[in-house]
T-cell receptor, first 113, second 112 residues
Framework: AQSVAQPEDQVNVAEGNPLTVKCTYS??????LFWYVQYPNRGLQFLLK??????LVKGSYGFEAEFNKSQTSFHLKKPSALVSDSALYFC???????????FGKGTKLSVIP | EAGVAQSPRYKIIEKRQSVAFWCNPI?????LYWYQQILGQGPKLLIQ????????DSQLPKDRFSAERLKGVDSTLKIQPAKLEDSAVYLC??????????FGPGTRLTVL
């Protein structure tokens, strides 16, 4: 069975500082990895994905994520946080050839002005 | 390109009543998903359609939940009868292939 762990329920960071939201995964075979963001009373918005290739993936709004196969991690990063980045972030995984996305429980990011 | 549409956005019902949610996916997306998101948790897949056929409904509580996608485009998810524990946000998503899923705004269901 595939699974995702987001070890931090909440991450606080000062505006302008770099941010990291952590994600580790377990899946059979090669993983497809995704990050989504959810604003209050909104659906999930796609940020970025790793399918294959370069381990550093760039996505929307200046976010990037680094795939680390040996550590089975896919941490989300941004060099300089904005107050508007405050939201709930979900990591998700599926195995190659599978449709079924398994989500983590989410990490609430608060960017403090 | 229009996104995934869902209605209603909010619904409040009494337990044992029935409720239905509607989803219209992004044009051209063959695969449609329904997820349940309970407060404080990540979304959980309920059912997945490929065109008008069911691919995976292993986590759908079939004694009370049903879903259809008759013409391979829009879809309806129904709960009958509703229980208190069904209170959640119901998310619809669609994808073109085995790749990125795009989500609608969700329907927030409260069962009293």
């Amino acid at each position: 069975a595939q699974s995702v762990a987001q070890p931090e329920d909440q991450v606080n960071v000062a505006e302008g500082n770099p941010l990291t939201v952590k994600c580790t995964y377990s899946v059979s075979g090669n993983p497809y990895l995704f990050w989504y963001v959810q604003y209050p009373n909104r659906g999930l918005q796609f940020l970025l994905k790793y399918i294959t290739g370069d381990n550093l993936v760039k996505g929307s709004y200046g976010f990037e994520a680094e795939f680390n196969k040996s550590q089975t991690s896919f941490h989300l990063k941004k060099p300089s946080a904005l107050v508007s980045d405050s939201a709930l972030y979900f990591c998700a995984v599926t195995g190659a050839g599978s449709y079924q996305l398994t989500f983590g429980k989410g990490t609430k990011l608060s960017v403090i002005p | 390109e229009a996104g995934v549409a869902q209605s209603p956005r909010y619904k409040i019902i009494e337990k044992r009543q029935s409720v239905a949610f509607w989803c219209n996916p992004i044009s051209g997306h063959a695969t449609l998903y329904w997820y349940q998101q309970i407060l404080g948790q990540g979304p959980k897949l309920l059912i997945q359609f490929q065109n008008n056929g069911v691919v995976d409904d292993s986590q759908l509580p079939k004694d009370r939940f049903s879903a259809e996608r008759l013409k391979g485009v829009d879809s309806t998810l129904k709960i009958q009868p509703a229980k208190l524990e069904d209170s959640a946000v119901y998310l619809c998503a669609s994808s073109k292939d085995l790749d990125t899923q795009y989500f609608g705004p969700g329907t927030r269901l409260t069962v009293l």
